[in-house]
């Protein structure tokens, strides 16, 4: 159960990551989350959105790189300790993660890690089959936020 | 300075020839170099064969124009030793410069060459002031590179004594010459202003805690404007210098005391300006390519090299008594090679090596700047979506590998800028790849 996040290369000068937003915003494109990754010289923008597809076409028209890239969207419990609980799952599993990047839902006990693996499917697999986390499916993920976006 | 000029400073009573004299020998020894080639060179048999030449059809130095072009391709069509004139196990010394293609392209010496090539050497070493109770420092790079060894020879044969410090450590260079009180500085010009600027760093003034009188510069294109600087810089006297490793190393131009133009030396080479769309001669005074026939060397005698290198021919004769055409400085080339720290760098070396990593030639653009007056390159290169990962480790590891790839190719080490699609320059007609501050208005600003 992946979902497709956008990887964006960036320039790095001022104003590229203004850009992208403004492209996106025009568009009426929202942001589930994002993340950087960054260099003195360049910079990886990844961004979880509902219309990616809609945001991968207005950001090449718009003369950037971007690719699909599909990640795994891990319940977790949001408080203390719940992130190192499936962190210690992964460990125990000998699956090493590429990066990883968080969103907690507001006014829930829940938040969603967005993780990054060689090999998703076989993560998601040892996931089901060792433990009680749920992976989130593009409507759970979306569904999620919006339901949350209605409770502030 | 004035000193010098007014000082007897011709090392070689051929470099003060009558002009016919001088020109009755070029064209002896045209006639020989042709003769020799014609026998001894299988590319040069069937080139003159195919124009329906032999050597019996020179015997004038205008006859030079009926020769056929001898270019940079060729060395590496013969690569690695064809173009030999004389049996392999005459040669004495074996030199390469680096190739357009990874492989390089060898400059080889009998030992009489070997003694031509100190005495030209020699010829503008003397006439820029060293002699032979003087120290003098040689900070080229020693191995395969020609100017090193080219210099130190001729520094022996003056009789004074040679430092070979080779490149690099330049803290320990400055304490080399201080320590031995050392007269003459040779290296390129923009290491004498690295030079200066270290020295400063560790708090001397260059220009009096220095001991050097004189500079010999030569390895890469300079300015004036720089001619200015280093002299202030380092209070000394700069000298300029020509040569190429394809037809001898350094020692086939050099200045004298009066400082217009570089001396050719004609005995030993045929010089020709000639327009590089037309190939036809220039009007005297007007800039062309520089053409060289090897009139002396034994191993290899080239026939009209072009050196793809303009500038202009003084003919007027000068103040110093030598008899000898003056080239001017190099003020660009004819082709798109660009001079980074020494090193001969073609851009499409670096496309090859976008090439060869990636598959596909990216648009890319070359910027050469020159901080700290050391040499320093950025290869811009615009990503493609197959190019591009999510993961930084990918990215990264395709920097490293684009990195490798050029430093592998051409031999020095850039800065990979990776840049958005659109975002570099497009050309209509040829492309203008390479961006040049080096030489800019204001770059030799302290």
Known sequence: MKIQQLSVFLENKPGQMAAVFDILGKSSVNIITMSTADTEQFGILRIITPEWEKAKTVLEKGQFVVNLTPVIAIQVPHKPGGLSSILALFQNQGINIEYMYAFPCAHTTEAVLIARFEDPCNVADVINATSDFKILSEADVFKEKKSCEIQS | MTQLATEQTIWDKNESLPREELQALQAKRLKQAVARVYQNVPFYTANLNALGLTADDINAIDDVRKLPFTVKTDLRDNYPLDLLAVPRDQLARLHASSGTTGKPTFAVFTQEDLDTWSDLCARFLYAGGLRKNQFAHVAFGYGLFTGGFGLHYGIERVGAGVIPAASGNTRRQIALLRDLNTETLICTPSYALNIAEVAREEGLDPATDLPIKFGHFG???????????????????????????????????????????????????????????????????????????????????????????????????????????????????????????????????????????????????????RPGNLDQVTVSVEIQPHMFSDKMTEMNMLKRAIDKEIRTITGIGVTLNLVQPQTLARFEGKAKRVIDNRFAPGSMEK
Not at chain 2, 222 to 228: F, L, S
Not at chain 2, 310 to 334: A, F, K, N, W
Not at chain 2, 336 to 341: E, N, T
């Open chain 2, 219 to 369: 390895g890469e294109p300079w300015t004036e404007d720089m001619r200015v600087a280093i002299e202030a810089e380092l209070g000394i006297t700069a000298f300029n210098n020509y040569g190429l490793s394809e037809v001898l190393g350094p020692g086939v131009a050099g200045e004298c005391p009066c400082r217009n133009g570089m001396h050719l030396q004609e005995d030993h080479f045929l010089f020709e300006l000639v327009d590089p769309q037309t190939d036809e001669p220039v009007k005297p005074g007007e800039i062309g390519e520089l053409i060289i026939t090897n009139l002396t060397k034994q191993a290899t005698t080239l026939l009209r090299y072009r050196t793809r290198d303009l500038c202009v021919i003084h003919e007027e004769p000068c103040d110093c008594g030598r008899t000898t055409r003056r080239m001017g400085r190099v003020i660009g080339r004819s082709d798109d090679m660009m001079i980074i720290r020494g090193v001969n760098v073609f851009p499409s070396q670096i496309e090859e090596a976008l090439l060869s990593v990636e598959g596909t030639t990216p648009h890319y653009m070359i910027e050469l700047d």
